[in-house]
């Protein structure tokens, strides 16, 4: 295999033979189109229409207070945060059967301009609430819905506005302890907003329900590989003491687990990097380097590189061609066994189409993450003129994880490579570029592990 079937894929092939052996290729299929109808929102994911209680949007002061209304099959936690860029409210809850409100139609029902639902893990699921401007979580708390049989989880927002702070102040934030554990994604306007307290969970609890997406940092060169080096600066050295300040970030918010490909300096080849992101099940890879330019350029600034499309496309092809080697394998080890049908190509169609789906899925989610990059850097420092670019770069051919190599700065340039020597600055890249990781994450609505 070229550059490795994509693990959701290698999953799949087992669960399609199970089928193939059944003789039932159909309902393969319709697991897939099922699959595939979770990614599209709330109405499909939760099942069935909503109850007439549980659909409220109520817009008690039109832009200024507004209430959304969940409901839940019974008490339960939950958290909830406020966000910017773009403005929204994140709710999560530890339930996934939940009755959502009818979506607003052609204007917005007050503060709420629109929502999105899916699943956040094995047993937890997020709404997205998208709000007209900056808001505050005025409220939240579980009441019984009328008859008692339910629960609604109440929701109210409010414009953050100097009025705001008065109505805000009954919310306090709880000081942490052992109990209390910080909401994951709470960056963007955690400043204006902190999360609300929820009921305390023991430590066992919380550990088996915990999902932290795994980011890979793979910081270039080291060894003998000193990569491009002027004025002072040696990209190398950069790349390692950057992607240690970030770890670090990431790591201290509890949201996710990071690892990096090199914590010294020594020589990974290239090849080496991505089978450590493939082996760990990467949710993002982010590879860090330096730019350098021809004598007498004046290039500088931050460049962030995804895939080129071209390369893409010789992806996908590699990758149906490995999901119809590894159907044909596993189909004659059944056989060998006493078991299978002759008849395989059912379950090559569909696991085919599943892995161009999967690398069509991961650059479609390389190219948001690439995006929100720029727009958090471009806030803290120097960006290329055009600063979104293409490439065949060998970290980035995988069709198992969204992938970005980002060209901190020129050390050709001398402020660039100044920059790229200074504490603060990379104290502060560093942040914009968790602020981003953040941003991403709480979007990412629908990525359930399989």
């Known amino acids: 295999m070229v550059y490795g079937t994509p693990w959701r894929v290698r999953r799949g092939i087992l ?55 969940i409901g839940l099959p019974k008490t ?28 607003p139609k052609a204007a917005p029902v007050g503060l709420i301009k629109s929502f999105q639902a899916g699943l956040a893990g094995a047993d937890r699921s997020r709404i997205i609430i998208y709000v007209t401007e900056p808001v505050i979580v005025s409220s939240a708390r579980i009441e019984k819905a009328a008859g008692g049989n339910n629960e609604h989880l109440v929701v109210e927002i409010a414009s953050f506005t100097p009025v705001t702070a008065s109505i805000s102040q009954p919310v306090k934030q709880v000081a942490a302890s052992p109990a209390m554990t910080p909401p994951p994604f709470a960056l963007g306007a955690a400043g204006l907003q902190p999360p609300l307290p929820r009921p305390a969970v023991s430590p066992d609890v919380l550990a088996q329900r915990a999902f932290k997406p795994i980011i890979v940092i793979d910081p270039g ?27 670090k970030k990431l790591n201290e918010t509890g949201r996710y687990k990071v ?21 760990h099940k990467a949710a993002l890879f982010i590879a860090v380097h330096c730019d350098y330019a021809d004598t007498g350029s004046t290039a500088s600034g931050a460049t962030i590189y995804s895939l080129r499309e071209s390369v893409a496309d010789s992806l996908r092809r590699s990758t149906r061609d490995d999901v119809a080697d590894d159907v044909k394998s596993e189909v004659e080890k059944l056989k060998k066994a ?36 720029i727009e ?28 970005v190599l980002i060209e901190l700065a ?12 200074s504490d603060t600055w990379r104290d502060k890249v560093t942040s914009s570029i968790m602020t981003a990781i953040d941003n991403y994450f709480s979007n990412q609505v629908a990525q359930v592990p399989m």
């Open 259 to 279: 690892l990096m490909t090199r914590e010294e300096d020594v020589f990974i080849p290239l090849g080496d990097r991505v089978a450590f992101g493939e082996k």
């Open 15 to 69: 669960f399609a033979l199970t089928l193939l052996c059944a003789h039932t290729p159909l309902q393969a299929q319709s697991l897939l189109d099922g699959a595939e109808r979770i990614l599209k929102g709330a109405d499909n994911l939760f099942g069935g229409p909503s109850e007439p209680a549980a659909r409220q949007v109520a817009s008690q002061e039109p832009q200024q207070r507004t209430r959304f209304v």
């Open 410 to 421: 020129y050390v050709t340039n001398k402020q660039d490579a100044a920059n790229l020597q």
């Open 376 to 403: 958090n850097m471009g806030a803290s420092t120097t960006m290329r003129t055009k600063p979104d670019q293409q490439a065949g770069f060998r970290v980035l051919k995988t069709a198992q994880f969204p992938s």
């Open 338 to 373: 006493g078991g299978g049908s002759d008849d395989v190509s059912s379950v090559k169609g569909i696991l085919a189409d599943l892995a161009e789906r999967e690398v069509d899925a991961t650059a479609d989610r390389t190219s948001v993450f690439a995006r929100t990059v």
């Open 221 to 247: 060169h080291g060894g003998h590989d000193s990569g491009a080096m002027k004025n002072g600066a040696v990209e190398k050295d950069i790349t390692l003491a950057f992607s240690k300040i970030l770890a």
């Open 76 to 103: 339960t936690e939950f958290e909830v945060f406020s966000l910017s860029n773009p403005n929204r409210v994140v709710v999560q809850v530890s339930e996934t059967k939940l009755r959502l409100p009818d979506q």
